[in-house]
């Protein structure tokens, strides 16, 4: 025991060295899975990954002593921090809004992402859009893309419905004399979730011949990424199709519908990274205590589960 304690002595500085670059390499492991889990979409993967080349060879030529080439990818590493921040801001500001509100185990969590539209149901919101245009009924669709949206980036939430989808009933939604066709209606998969809810209307400069409803999904989806908004004019029945905060107009039916395909059909764009970052990271740490064990002279797991 005597002889355990002065091993333990001697290499107190290499342990706790180790140790706080164990605990270094967690905390940047934790962060990266937090970013991958907000982030699904592989475009914008790509150039996370491109961002933490970035850092870990800047990192690496600190270490090796070159100070032109590290001063050089400290500036791009700055310059790629700010290009991000600009490009994901609704991302970074659920991130951050999370972590205000102390939501740290959501963090965590990679959001369950909705269930892709089937052609069935397409053609269900089709036939509906081009009923509604053709009568000339204003009519504003929500509908997601990569994951749920959080109901706090609405101004008001609207009513619970959570039906299937048919064109029947969206056309019932957004008649006139109905008490929830003045606000937009959420689908999320092939359900219904709620209508008559009110949007955040855009800030932008809009041409004067846009009305609320324009602007309201300008708005929803200038705040909120994953979602596209589906718009019929009051006035001249046209279709738009707002996407982060760019209203695309008008649409025919077909235009329509091949639009719709594009964005909510099963494809191989989104992937699943955090789990796997997830795995890595615990057989770093597995690898990381194995180590520290050895140092210390002390029996590793596989050795006293053999035992």
Same mark, same amino acid.
């Given at each position: 025991m005597r002889d355990w304690w002065k091993q333990w002595l001697t290499n107190l500085g290499w342990s706790q060295s180790l140790l706080l670059g164990t605990l270094d390499i967690v905390f940047v492991l934790a962060l990266t899975y937090m970013i991958? #889990?907000?982030?699904?979409?592989?475009?914008t993967l790509w150039?996370?990954?491109g961002f933490i080349i970035l850092m870990l060879a800047s990192a690496l030529s600190g270490r090796l002593g070159l100070p032109l080439l590290n001063f050089v990818l400290e500036k791009l590493v700055i310059g790629c921090a700010v290009a991000m921040a600009v490009a994901l801001q609704s991302e970074f500001r659920r991130f951050l809004e999370q972590l205000g509100r102390g939501e740290f185990r959501q963090l965590f969590q990679p959001s369950n992402l909705s269930v892709p539209? $089937?052609?069935? *149901? +397409?053609?269900?919101? #089709?036939?509906?859009?081009?009923?509604? $245009?053709?009568?000339?009924? /204003?009519?504003?669709? +929500? &509908?997601?893309?990569? /994951?749920?949206?959080?109901?706090r980036d609405f101004s008001v939430p609207g009513v619970k419905l959570n039906a299937d989808v048919s064109k029947e009933l969206i056309q019932? +939604?957004?008649?006139?004399?109905? &008490? &929830?066709?003045? @606000?937009?209606? &959420?689908?999320?998969g092939s359900r219904i979730v709620s209508s008559g809810i009110i949007l955040p209307l855009s800030g932008r400069t809009a041409s004067r011949q846009l009305g609320t409803r324009h602007?309201?999904?300008? /708005?929803i989806t200038e705040r909120v990424e994953n979602c596209i908004c589906v718009v019929? $004019?009051?006035?001249? @029945?046209? +279709? $738009?199709?707002?996407?982060? @905060?760019t209203l695309n107009r008008p649409l025919t039916i077909r235009k329509l519908k091949e639009s719709l395909e594009a964005r909510l059909s099963?494809? *191989? =764009?989104r992937e699943a990274v955090a789990p796997g970052l997830l795995s890595l990271g615990r057989q770093l740490g597995g690898r990381a205590l194995t180590l520290v064990s050895r140092l210390l002279g002390l029996?590793?797991?596989?050795?006293? =589960?053999k035992k």
């Open positions: 991958l #889990v907000i982030i699904s979409e592989r475009r150039m996370v990954r539209k $089937s052609d069935s *149901v +397409i053609d269900e919101i #089709v036939e509906a859009v081009k009923e509604l $245009s053709k009568n000339r009924i /204003g009519a504003l669709l +929500i &509908l997601e893309t990569t /994951g749920p949206i959080d109901e019932t +939604i957004f008649q006139p004399k109905t &008490l &929830l066709h003045d @606000g937009a209606t &959420l689908i999320r602007r309201a999904a300008m /708005g019929v $004019s009051e006035e001249t @029945g046209s +279709i $738009s199709l707002a996407e982060r @905060g099963p494809n *191989v =764009d029996p590793s797991t596989a050795s006293r =589960d």
